[in-house]
């Protein structure tokens, strides 16, 4: 239960609705407790012979108290689950914005199924624990509470023999809901595993029809659904034992009214009116004690869900910066990047030792210029070009931009200087227009970038044009047509520094070549890195790295390289035959 005071600051933003909610809890159950009472008198009435004005007078009573508890309960559920749906609220756009700001280790470590099961069935769960469940256990501790005091008027003897066998209600509460907690914790769990094995499956669903694994894959979706319907075939057995429990015992209390009450209504020692109101009374005390088993068990499900949600909340990123941040000076034509004697490892997984990716890396583009980074697959690049916006952090060495290492800027400030195409282009569920100018580009800026980035023809060829709209991940355009937009997307923000990771690597060389022209005069003034296994694609850069292994084994200009003729004239000769060896075959053809 420890886990639902994270709730608190939520709560407190309501706390003048949440203690108007709660007064109407107790007016209801005040105005109902008092129904008995009267009840009591007309029975007692009844059997005197008192006139009919009396006794419509106490119906009328009766009527009117009825009519008032009803409408406080219906403003306890108006206002109560209404503080509930707005906690919701508030709690998911905190859990969004808490998400924006971790870094890539940590998704690394999670999975989108697991987090979306948090964000929708863990979140319903604390919803219910944050509402409801307070206004029925605030309606039970008051309901209880004036029954009781009306039992005890009557008859403070029979009132213990009443509450006599509820003694055991703790013991069976604690034991119960310790379980529950458990076995929903568990549920959700399984659901994460659920969820995520859905998500990929609609994500890969091309993979899983190429390699027709459909009959496969729906094997494992029914045996993870089979184990979630068990799991939840526990919780459910479980709590079907928790109502039964708690209505044997307030059964239990009823049987001794019955005896013990009746045999004093029998011998005169009670009214005939009294043992009647009692008897309501018992019920009125009885039903909430019924209903806390529910109660509990929301609380439970609750505390569960909001410890997973915890975990998410709690989770920081390692790229802050310092207090206070460093900024850059006014930019003139691009920046300047240096890196010196640089290492980087991804997190070693169960505690082996880290694969170090890049070792003592260290070189300097000027700003304007433009640095190739070439190398055979797994040689380092993509990490290179993720060092930069800092999407991971460097363990060994430091990277500077304009002289200011980038651990010391803000983040929002770094990557505001960069425009980034990543190997894997992914595009929105929106208009290829927006998809252009998402990061905040005017129209034009994004006809211009699609200029650059030879995608007018394309965008010409599409239904509505700039309007037309794009499945998920842009799923409705080829893959050179995706990378295309997405170099269109960097440029129209018209950063002061490009990475281009291998982002042309699904695009035919002649459309390649024609975006490479259309660069370097888009790329006037500003600076850019651009990886690619192809070595034609760097020519003109002003300086080219040469990875292998992680590590700079040649860097110069391209004449210079070439002139040594070692890693990088091998790479351009391998590919150089690849290419005679390719339009040779399409000559045959």
């Known amino acids: 239960m420890r886990a639902l005071a994270a709730l608190r600051p939520y709560l407190r933003r309501y706390r003048a609705t949440m203690a108007l909610g709660l007064l109407c809890v107790v007016a209801a159950a005040a105005f109902q407790s008092v129904v008995p009472w009267l009840m009591r008198r007309a029975v007692d009435d009844l059997r005197a012979g008192a006139p009919a004005p009396r006794l419509w007078a106490l119906a009328g009573a009766m009527v009117g108290l009825a009519l008032a508890g009803g409408g406080f309960r219906y403003g306890m559920r108006e206002l109560l689950n209404g503080v509930s749906r707005r906690i919701e609220y508030d709690l998911r756009n905190a859990l969004f914005a808490h998400l924006t700001t971790l870094d890539a280790r940590w998704y690394a470590r999670n999975r989108t199924g697991d987090i979306m099961a948090r964000l929708t069935n863990d979140l319903s769960a604390v919803r219910m624990a944050a509402g409801p469940a307070i206004m029925y256990l605030m309606n039970t501790i008051a309901g209880g509470v004036f029954a009781l005091a009306f039992m005890l008027r009557i008859d403070a003897r029979l009132t213990l023999f009443a509450l006599a066998p509820m003694a055991l209600l703790p013991v069976v509460m604690i034991r119960l809901g310790s379980a529950i907690h458990t076995r929903f914790e568990a549920v959700q769990e399984h659901f994460s595993r659920l969820t995520t094995h859905a998500q990929e499956n609609l994500s890969g669903t091309r993979i899983v029809r190429a390699y027709r694994q459909e009959r496969a894959e729906l094997e494992r979706f029914g045996t993870l659904n089979e184990q979630y319907l068990e799991q939840n075939l526990r919780l459910a057995r479980l709590y079907g034992l928790m109502n039964p429990a708690f209505a044997t015992l307030a059964g239990l209390g009823a049987v001794t009214v019955l005896g013990v009450g009746g045999a004093m209504t029998v011998r005169g020692a009670m009214s005939v009116g009294s043992f009647v109101a009692f008897g309501v009374y018992l019920g009125i005390l009885t039903w909430p004690l019924i209903a806390l088993g529910w109660v509990i068990n929301l609380f439970q499900r609750g505390a569960a869900s909001m410890s997973r949600l915890n975990e998410i909340l709690d989770a920081r990123t390692a790229l802050a910066a310092p207090a206070p941040p460093r900024s850059l000076p006014p930019a003139r034509a691009g920046r300047s990047i240096e890196f010196r004697d640089v290492g980087f490892h991804y997190p070693a997984e169960h505690g082996g030792e880290p694969r170090w990716v890049l070792r003592?890396?260290?070189?300097?583009?000027?700003?304007?210029?433009?640095?190739?980074?070439?190398?055979?697959?797994?040689?380092?690049?993509?990490?290179?070009?993720?060092?930069?916006?800092?999407?991971?952090?460097?363990?060994?060495?430091?990277?500077?931009?304009?002289?200011?290492?980038?651990?010391?800027?803000?983040?929002?400030?770094?990557?505001?200087?960069?425009?980034?195409?990543?190997?894997?282009?992914?595009?929105?569920?929106?208009?290829?227009?927006?998809?252009?100018?998402?990061?905040?580009?005017?129209?034009?800026?994004?006809?211009?970038?699609?200029?650059?980035?030879?995608?007018?023809?394309?965008?010409?060829?599409?239904?509505?044009?700039?309007?037309?709209?794009?499945?998920?991940?842009?799923?409705?355009?080829?893959?050179?047509?995706?990378?295309?937009?997405?170099?269109?997307?960097?440029?129209?923000?018209?950063?002061?520094?490009?990475?281009?990771?291998?982002?042309?690597?699904?695009?035919?060389?002649?459309?390649?070549?024609?975006?490479?022209?259309?660069?370097?005069?888009?790329?006037?003034?500003?600076?850019?890195?651009?990886?690619?296994?192809?070595?034609?694609?760097?020519?003109?850069?002003?300086?080219?790295?040469?990875?292998?292994?992680?590590?700079?084994?040649?860097?110069?200009?391209?004449?210079?390289?070439?002139?040594?003729?070692?890693?990088?004239?091998?790479?351009?000769?391998?590919q150089q035959l690849e290419e005679e060896v390719e339009a040779g075959a399409v000559a045959a053809g």
């Open 360 to 574: 003592h890396v260290s070189f300097r583009i000027a700003s304007g210029g433009t640095l190739g980074v070439v190398g055979a697959t797994g040689s380092g690049k993509s990490a290179l070009v993720d060092l930069i916006p800092r999407l991971y952090d460097a363990q060994e060495g430091e990277i500077l931009i304009d002289g200011v290492p980038v651990r010391a800027l803000e983040l929002a400030a770094l990557r505001a200087e960069v425009g980034m195409i990543p190997q894997e282009s992914l595009l929105f569920s929106d208009t290829v227009g927006a998809n252009l100018t998402y990061a905040g580009a005017s129209d034009a800026d994004g006809l211009w970038a699609a200029g650059v980035a030879e995608l007018t023809s394309t965008i010409a060829a599409l239904p509505a044009g700039t309007a037309t709209m794009l499945g998920e991940r842009g799923i409705n355009l080829s893959g050179g047509q995706k990378q295309r937009a997405a170099l269109a997307r960097a440029l129209a923000r018209r950063p002061n520094i490009v990475l281009l990771d291998d982002a042309l690597s699904a695009v035919d060389t002649q459309t390649e070549a024609a975006i490479l022209r259309a660069l370097r005069q888009a790329l006037a003034g500003r600076t850019a890195v651009i990886a690619s296994h192809r070595v034609s694609a760097l020519r003109d850069a002003s300086w080219i790295v040469v990875l292998d292994g992680g590590t700079v084994v040649e860097q110069g200009r391209h004449h210079e390289l070439m002139a040594l003729g070692g890693r990088y004239w091998s790479l351009l000769r391998r």
